[in-house]
């Protein structure tokens, strides 16, 4: 197998969309649900650990816990519970070699480490990204009327910011991103969830969005978490977070079974991409398998517009590297991000570095090789899409 590019091999990889991990040892059920976007084993399919996720945990991360390439699952596990959830989350962290995290705290299904913790324990700063669905469905449970819904939603939103460190539109960097403080760059939408990504391009006016807010509140009960799935509130809540100059992800495509892959196709933002260029604030076009190349035209005529293809690199496995191929058929080199989508497992933070810097040394070797460019572009290629597209869309420190 050939060996990295040195260049790809010393990259400091800032993970610009990632997720805690659990704090606690899990048996096998446990582990295959957190391994794939699966809600776990199936009698009827068999194990996770027979798919190309499974496989590339035995060949990428058995090492780094100290066992032979391949290890069985049996053995593998057995090995993790050996060393404790605690030391297994450090060594696969520490071997991703990472230069910063960007961790999306809106989803916590379960009880996770936070963007401090880590920092910590990747031994690189932290930074939080702010789930605006989550911002909105706290903001429901204070009691809040429909007319006063927009205002307390932006004063929660710009709270949320300032309290982290973090920047509206041209300010400046806090200190606290070189400790892993957990300083707000960025805020995510999961519109494609709740309505689909068909969103209208037009900011909705405060009469618009205070009748939504009451359909929405109407029925929320205090006995059940609010769920928000509203396109005219999903919208609303993007040009907020566009206003504090916030760099807004979407989740595009592949996800779990809760998403309609239909309705997450990144060409049906293509209205509302127009309506915001102007504004100056990128836009992040998250996983997009299997609408890479989509995503990749897009990044290409919209100058705000950014993608990645986190979630798919380590649910392809040895196919990442066909992937990234694909991805940058027509995105430009400074418009693609690195991600691990990890979520759960530290194995997935370790798996997502390692498939990458796999998948773009091919890509770079292959160009060496045919004279698509010189030993000079790969290495600045490398920089760009492994570190310095990242540092450059949430203005993070060198």
Request: overall charge neutral; charged content about 20%; proline content about 6%.
């Amino acid at each position: 197998m050939p060996e990295l590019l040195p260049e790809v091999a010393a990259l400091r990889l800032v993970d610009h969309h990632c997720h805690g991990v659990v704090r606690r040892d899990l048996s096998r059920d446990g582990f295959e649900a957190l391994l794939t976007e699966a809600d776990g084993p199936s009698p009827l399919g068999g194990s996770l650990f027979d798919t190309q996720a499974g496989l590339a945990v035995r060949r990428w991360c058995a090492p780094v816990l100290g066992l032979p390439r391949h290890a069985e699952p049996e053995e593998y596990l057995a090995r993790r519970a050996e060393l404790g959830h605690a030391e297994v989350t450090r060594r696969l962290l520490r071997a991703a070699g990472l230069g910063g995290l960007c961790v999306d705290t809106g989803y916590a299904p379960r009880p996770s480490l936070s963007p401090a913790e880590l920092a910590e324990a990747a031994g690189a700063p932290g930074y939080e990204i702010v789930r605006l669905e989550r911002v909105a469905e706290e903001v429901a449970g204070t009691g809040v009327s429909a007319t006063g819904f927009a205002d307390r939603v932006r004063e929660r939103l710009a709270g949320r910011v300032h309290a982290g460190g973090g920047r509206t539109a041209g300010a400046g960097q806090g200190p606290e991103a070189e400790a892993g403080g957990g300083r707000v760059v960025g805020a995510k939408s999961v519109a494609a969830y709740r309505t689909g990504l068909a969103l209208a391009p037009d900011r909705p006016g405060p009469r618009e969005v205070a009748a939504a807010a009451g359909r929405w509140l109407a029925g929320v009960r205090p006995d059940a978490p609010a769920r928000l799935a509203d396109e005219v509130l999903h919208r609303f809540l993007v040009y907020a977070a566009l206003d504090l100059g916030l760099p807004v992800q979407f989740h595009i495509g592949y996800g779990d079974s809760d998403v309609h892959l239909a309705r997450a196709n990144p060409v049906l933002l293509t209205d509302l991409l127009r309506a915001t260029a102007g504004a100056g604030v990128p836009v992040v076009l998250l996983h997009n398998y299997p609408y890479h190349r989509e995503a990749g035209y897009l990044a290409q005529v919209f100058p705000h517009v950014f993608a990645d293809v986190s979630l798919a690199t380590h649910n392809l496995g040895r196919r990442a590297g066909a992937l990234l191929a694909e991805a940058l058929e027509l995105a430009p080199f400074g418009k693609l991000l690195y991600a691990s989508d990890a979520c759960g497992l530290p194995e997935l933070y370790h798996l997502g570095a390692a498939l990458f810097r796999r998948a773009l040394s091919e890509l770079l070797r292959a160009g060496l090789e045919d004279d698509s460019w010189t030993e000079r572009d790969a290495g600045r290629i490398a920089g760009m899409v492994g570190a310095g597209n990242a540092r450059r869309v949430y203005r993070l420190p060198a």
